[in-house]
T-cell receptor
Framework: EAQVTQNPRYLITVTGKKLTVTCSQN?????MSWYRQDPGLGLRQIYY???????DKGDVPEGYKVSRKEKRNFPLILESPSPNQTSLYFC????????????????FGPGTRLTVL | AQTVTQSQPEMSVQEAETVTLSCTYD???????LFWYKQPPSRQMILVIR??????QNATENRFSVNFQKAAKSFSLKISDSQLGDAAMYFC???????????FGKGTRLHILP
């Protein structure tokens, strides 16, 4: 089954304790992305990756790191989490559109609910 | 920078009626995509419909259709014959722009009244 998986689905942690949220897709998509969703703010892009070893900042990258060592995996790392990073996080992947040479519709993971105390 | 604006935080519609959700965006690009995503209470993000900016014809998917006005930078979603299962948060999204980012609006919560 084609899917994007995220782990963990729920996480409660404390300020300053490093954590990693994993994301994996089995569709051989080039483009992968992380978003955070907060009430009244919609989804905001944190980081995205066009392909292996190619990553770039989205609109809210502060406090986050990513890596793309393999095409299927795109982990999100919070080196020193703070309470303002409490949010719902989504990973997504997209195929390239052969006509436009650009990412197309996104396939989303189920989300990770993170609480930082 | 590109922006996406959904001016209706919440809307309600009677079951079986038609409702239109509005979305406007700002960009200097000529080639891009526009999307509507649905987020039901399960929080799963589901693609409803997409539109390529180079296509003049409005996209349709069963009961869902869009009114794409490129010059006005408007991309509204029309839901016909509304059903209880259509109740959800709907997000308009633009991208990728020249910087390959994807931009989402803040969402419109749609209530379906039985």
């Amino acid at each position: 089954e084609a899917q994007v998986t995220q782990n963990p689905r729920y996480l409660i942690t404390v300020t300053g304790k490093k954590l990693t949220v994993t994301c994996s897709q089995n569709m051989n998509h080039e483009y992968m992305s992380w978003y955070r969703q907060d009430p009244g703010l919609g989804l905001r892009q944190i980081y995205y990756s066009m392909n292996v070893e190619v990553t770039d900042k989205g609109d809210v990258p502060e406090g986050y790191k990513v890596s793309r060592k393999e095409k299927r995996n795109f982990p999100l790392i919070l080196e020193s989490p703070s309470p303002n990073q409490t949010s719902l996080y989504f990973c997504a992947s997209s195929p390239w559109d052969s006509m436009s040479g650009a990412p197309n519709e996104q396939f989303f993971g189920p989300g990770t609910r993170l609480t930082v105390l | 920078a590109q922006t996406v604006t959904q001016s209706q935080p919440e809307m309600s519609v009677q079951e079986a009626e038609t409702v239109t959700l509005s979305c406007t965006y700002d960009t200097s690009e000529s080639d891009y995509y526009l999307f509507w995503y649905k987020q039901p209470p399960s929080r799963q993000m589901i693609l409803v419909i997409r539109q390529e900016a180079y296509k003049q014809q409005n996209a349709t998917e069963n009961r869902f259709s869009v009114n794409f006005q490129k010059a006005a930078k408007s991309f509204s979603l029309k839901i016909s014959d509304s059903q209880l299962g259509d109740a959800a948060m709907y997000f308009c999204a633009y991208g990728p722009g020249g910087d390959d980012k994807i931009i989402f609006g803040k969402g419109t919560r749609l209530h379906i009244l039985p």
